[in-house]
């Protein structure tokens, strides 16, 4: 038996076992393919991948309605995120509320350490 990441649903599964090896990998984490979604959502927001309007439209087309059954931690940033204030707009003509830049995954110096053409050779 395994318990749902998301809303703790307990569900069986087995990575492993010939009986579910017609299954998803991700029914590891999740009983339901609503609950990924949301979870995969929520991992984007929290490693800053998507901006949160763009987590926001995610969740919205996810079904919510049980999210009193969600674990606290979830159930906390669900309400965060779909609470963004709607004073700003976005380049889609959505609103938003301080958007989250994507962080670079490497600043100038770090890329021409790599690049740059050093002769070791002396």
């Not at 809303?7 to 339901?32: Q, V």
């Not at 079904?63 to 709607?86: A, C, G, T, Y």
Request: aromatic share 10%.
């Amino acid at each position: 038996m395994r318990k749902c990441l998301i809303c703790g649903t307990e569900y069986d599964y087995c990575p492993n076992c010939k009986k579910y090896s017609h299954l998803p990998r991700w029914m590891f984490s999740y009983h339901d393919e609503n609950c990924k979604n949301i979870g995969t959502a929520l991992n984007d927001y929290k490693a800053k991948n998507k901006t949160p309007i763009e987590v926001k439209r995610v969740l919205e087309s996810t079904d919510l309605s049980n999210i009193d059954s969600f674990k606290p931690v979830f159930k906390d940033m669900i309400n965060e995120i779909l609470d963004i204030d709607k004073g700003e707009k976005d380049n889609n003509g959505e609103h938003q509320k301080n958007p989250t830049p994507m962080p670079k995954k490497y600043n100038n110096s770090e890329v021409n350490k790599f690049s740059s053409k050093k002769n070791y050779n002396k």
